[in-house]
């Protein structure tokens, strides 16, 4: 018969603690979007465009796109947030909410923009192109 785990008082508090300072992060990090909308919109489309992950025929319409998704996800429920990124969650070790979010847009959506010819490159790529902006922009 195996051994039944009841977590202590004391690792009860240190785990609830991990996991309220990750919500914390992740709320903040939302919340922080409608401050560089513009700039981070723009970055994102420049560096797709020229790492050369992303051929387009309108960097403009492009990152008009990405600026009106990156607003949506201000105003979206956790579990949408959570729904759209859940087939990219295992793409790093411990992944911004905020880049896994843009990185399913760019691989799920952008893809069938009137502006954009193809997507090059694996999720891998696009998620670390993304998240250096990101955490560029955000920080």
Not at 22 to 27: G, P, V
Not at 74 to 102: C, G, I, N, W
Request: glycine fraction near 2%.
């Amino acid at each position: 018969m195996g051994k039944v785990f009841r977590p202590s008082n004391r690792e009860s508090k240190i785990l609830s603690k991990i996991e309220s300072s990750k919500e914390y992060a992740r709320r903040r990090a939302i919340q922080k979007i409608p401050d560089v909308l513009d700039t981070l919109s723009n970055a994102l489309a420049q560096k797709l465009v020229e790492t050369g992950l992303l051929e387009t025929t309108s960097k403009n319409g492009v990152e008009a796109a990405i600026s009106k998704r990156l607003e949506k996800l201000t105003r979206e429920d956790d579990f949408d947030v959570d729904f759209k990124v859940a087939p990219f969650r295992k793409l790093v070790a411990q992944p911004h909410v905020v880049s896994l979010y843009m990185t399913a847009f760019v691989v799920e959506d952008l893809i069938n923009h009137k502006d954009v010819v193809d997507i090059f490159g694996e999720d891998l790529d696009i998620y670390k192109c993304v998240h250096k902006q990101i955490i560029k922009h955000l920080s």
